[in-house]
């Protein structure tokens, strides 16, 4: 059976939408060889021809590590973050619940890149929150809370502690 985080395969390229232009809005802050930029380039037109139903999921999980590896070659933390904020929006193609790991990594970003506003953590949160379409909502609420359901990544692990696990609580009970 699948994990309740997965979503079916409707809902996920609506999410891959939504968590690429999470994504592409902090990508500016990374920086790094053009190695990496590129595979970060074609990270994000493929995430894009996901959404699109211009490729499948097939498709795009062999490939959704490249970001990940691009992360590494940042020259900064907002960038790294930045990085793994394309790396989550890709791997949607595999699991639904990765677009919410995309908003929390870009919620990261633009915390490490303003250190000395804290305000632009909220600023962005509130930014996403409004972008969400009622469909995007929709699908949103259809996963498992944090912390519930250990089949995918809202399980206990990285993406529940910290920035990104505040992140996200908020993010769900928003659109609860």
Known sequence: MASAQT????????????ALACAERVLPLFEGDEAAVQELRDAAARTRAYSAGESTAAEEIAKRLVAVKAARAATTPAGAAAARALAQAAAVAHMGAHALGAAAYAVKAVSLASPEQPEALQEEIRW???QLSERERTAL?????????????????????????????????EIA
């Open 141 to 173: 609420r259809r996963l498992p809370q944090l912390g519930s359901d250990s089949s995918g990544p809202l399980g206990e692990g990285l993406l529940s502690s910290g920035i990104l696990g505040r992140t996200i609580r908020q993010l769900q009970e």
């Open 7 to 18: 979503l079916d395969e409707a809902d996920r390229r609506i999410l891959a939408r939504r």
């Open 128 to 130: 996403q929150l409004a």
